[in-house]
């Protein structure tokens, strides 16, 4: 008799903890760089959810995944912070680029308007913003461009570079009044454009001598623009001064106008316009806050980590910040120290380069307000279009 026996095989997968392969460790300047071979089934992110791990591991203050390609990925180790003092001198690095710190990777920071026209700045009282502003007044005071001020703080902020602002608005009333003639300068540019047959003023097409000079507007503690201590008699004039900033936002690009806007929190509690304008503001730097609703307001839905580093800024190291520019990418970065007699001493040596209001707005009509129907014939520049 044969007995036969059945048996039932099943698979089973162990996963199996496989030590990674290294490559060549190269030194760098501020620690090591290597790359590792990915094993099968691996991804860039696998070793991108453990790098803070691996700092540990390697008793190094940070690793970072800097790049990588199929099947590889290439690891840096930083040392120590190269944050702990930032000392490079504060350059104006081309038309409308200003050095204005240093990233955790030892690399400059440009605030660069031409590549990311519109910036957020958030942070808690002395994380560091108005620190910020200093660093581009003084990059940008000996450039061909004019600077103009917005400080509901009474003035205190801006008033000390006032000698190479264009127009400083402290009252919300001005406010309102000075967009209204930034639209009215949207709108002659315009026309100027739409004469030139150009979609924005960078366009080659433009003649030189033609071609408008860039206003760079500075707002600090933008919720005091929308906080109302009497809704009746305030709704309006909000209501003016956000649609009017807004549309800058929009059109400003194309036109060489320009924002930096500051504030401890921008969220929707301060009225619906907040959250549109933001959607504008596409260059990111969150200081440290306090709640981790301001800084997903900052940071946006990016990645967890960039949360996660936002939350883990000291109060020791004002000026430190996460940054989101051009790629998308956040970063961490802390700003040069500028004092305000630093920033006041660059307004004073370059105010001969203050273009006068009268002048910038010259041949600008009446503000009004523009047409969505109007905005669609211009574009935001080309990157070629932009100069160099
Ligand atoms: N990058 C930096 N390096 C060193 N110190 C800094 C840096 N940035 C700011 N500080 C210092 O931190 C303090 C607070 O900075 P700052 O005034 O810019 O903060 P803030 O965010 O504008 O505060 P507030 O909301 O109260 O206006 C200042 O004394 C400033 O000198
Ligand atoms: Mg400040």
Redesign the pocket.
């Known amino acids: 008799m044969t007995l036969i026996l059945k048996q039932k095989r099943r698979i089973r997968r162990v996963e199996v903890e496989r030590a990674p392969r290294l490559g060549l460790i190269r030194p760098t300047k501020l620690g090591f760089r290597v790359s590792v071979r990915l094993h099968d089934g691996q991804t860039p992110e696998d070793y991108a959810r453990v790098l803070d791990k691996l700092a540990h591991a390697w008793k190094v203050h940070s690793v970072r995944l800097v790049s990588w390609r199929p099947g590889k990925v290439t690891l840096v180790a930083t040392l120590s912070d190269p944050l702990d003092r930032?000392s490079i001198p504060v350059l104006s690095d081309g038309l409308l680029r200003v050095r204005v710190?240093l990233l955790d990777t030892g690399t400059p920071f440009a605030i660069d308007f031409r590549a990311v026209p519109h910036w957020l700045n958030v942070?808690?009282?002395?994380?560091?913003?108005?620190?910020?502003?200093?660093v581009l007044i003084v990059g940008l005071a000996p450039q061909p461009v004019a600077l103009v001020g917005f400080d509901l703080?009474g003035g205190v902020?801006f008033t000390p570079y006032q000698a190479r602002m264009s127009a400083l608005a402290t009252e919300r009333a001005e406010c309102a009044e000075l967009l209204a003639d930034l639209i009215g300068i949207i709108k002659s540019r315009m026309a100027l454009c739409r004469a030139h047959r150009v979609k924005n003023i960078w366009h080659p097409r433009l003649p030189e001598s033609a071609r408008p000079m860039p206003i760079v507007v500075l707002v600090?503690?933008v919720a005091e623009l929308f906080l109302m201590a009497d809704p009746k008699s305030e709704k309006e004039e909000v209501a003016a001064v956000a649609t009017r900033l807004l549309r800058i936002a929009q059109l400003g690009r194309a036109f060489g106008i320009y924002l930096k806007i500051?504030g401890?929190r921008v969220g929707s509690d301060l009225g619906p316009g907040v959250t549109a304008l933001r959607a504008q503001l596409t260059g990111r730097i969150c200081?440290m806050v306090n709640d981790d609703e301001t800084a997903k307001m900052a940071l946006g839905d990016m990645d967890a980590g960039a949360l996660v580093a936002a939350r883990q800024i000291s109060p020791a190291?004002?000026?430190?910040a996460i940054v989101i520019g051009s790629e998308g990418r956040w970063h961490r970065m802390?700003?040069?120290?500028v004092?305000e007699e630093q920033a006041e001493a660059a307004a004073a040596e370059y105010a001969h380069l203050t273009p006068s209001w009268a002048d910038l707005t010259r041949g600008a009509g009446s503000a009004g307000d523009v047409d969505d129907s109007e905005m669609d014939e211009f574009t935001i520049p080309d990157l070629e279009d932009l100069p160099v």
């Open positions: 930032v710190g942070g808690a009282t002395q994380s560091g913003k108005s620190n910020l502003a200093n703080k902020e600090d503690e500051c401890q200081h190291m004002p000026g430190t802390r700003s040069v120290h004092t």
